[in-house]
């Protein structure tokens, strides 16, 4: 079992940051990569972006340019910075730690953005 403790949503304004945190209860390096989704109402749970445990990083075309994955392999934690945000990046934040044998999800983190 891997436990996930995502941080950092919040409510702020077309334009502004935010920086999402996910602390995971294993090693990152004993996953095959670490990522977030996110869900609007009414939608079906997408996929924003990857950190492979070699480092890798791969982005959803929608975010890419905006937003910046990175992790502290120390601490076991992941993170997603969210620049220039915009109203349609409002949804729910879920982290997302994977194995060859399963996925694990967070609690999930709520976004809001205001035009």
């Known amino acids: 079992q891997v436990q996930l403790v995502e941080s950092g949503g919040g409510f702020v304004q077309a334009g502004e940051s935010l920086k999402l945190s996910c602390t995971a209860s294993r090693s990152i390096f004993s996953s095959n990569g670490m990522g977030w989704y996110r869900q609007a109402p009414g939608k079906l749970r997408d996929w924003v972006a990857t950190i492979t445990s070699t480092g890798t990083t791969n982005y959803a075309d929608s975010v890419k340019g905006r937003f910046t994955i990175s992790r502290d392999s120390a601490e076991n934690t992941v993170y997603l910075q969210m620049n220039s945000l915009k109203p349609e990046d409002t949804a729910n934040y879920y982290c997302?730690?994977?194995?060859?044998?399963?996925?694990?999800w967070g609690q999930g983190t709520q976004v809001t953005v205001s035009s």
């Open positions: 997302n730690f994977r194995t060859i044998r399963n996925d694990y």
